[in-house]
């Protein structure tokens, strides 16, 4: 699995949320990671994804993909709705 990202978009993630992209990565490899469409913010030229994961704490991220390789567009803490939906289907896998 391959991923890339802007590293100035990664900077102002790190000031804003505090969570680096690379740490946001490791949801990838969270077997129980959920992933869904983000419809709302996906175009003709940019499908986007919203990916809800388990890297230390419950992490939101949103992502595309891009030649092959995971694109990560932001990354925050989940919050309590985000977790509870984690862990309901954390649960039922």
């Known amino acids: 699995m391959q991923f890339e990202w802007d590293e100035k978009k990664n900077n102002e993630n790190i000031k804003k949320h505090g969570i680096s992209f690379l740490r946001a990565a490791q949801i990838f490899f969270d077997p129980k990671m959920i992933d869904m469409p983000d419809i709302a913010h996906s175009n003709e030229s940019e499908e986007r994804w919203n990916g809800i994961g388990m890297c230390g704490r419950v992490l939101f991220v949103v992502y595309t993909e891009r030649n092959n390789k995971i694109r990560i567009i ?8 985000e977790r ?7 649960d039922l896998r």
């Open 84 to 90: 509870i939906e984690y862990y309901r289907n954390y």
């Open 74 to 81: 932001s990354a925050r803490k989940a919050n309590e709705k």
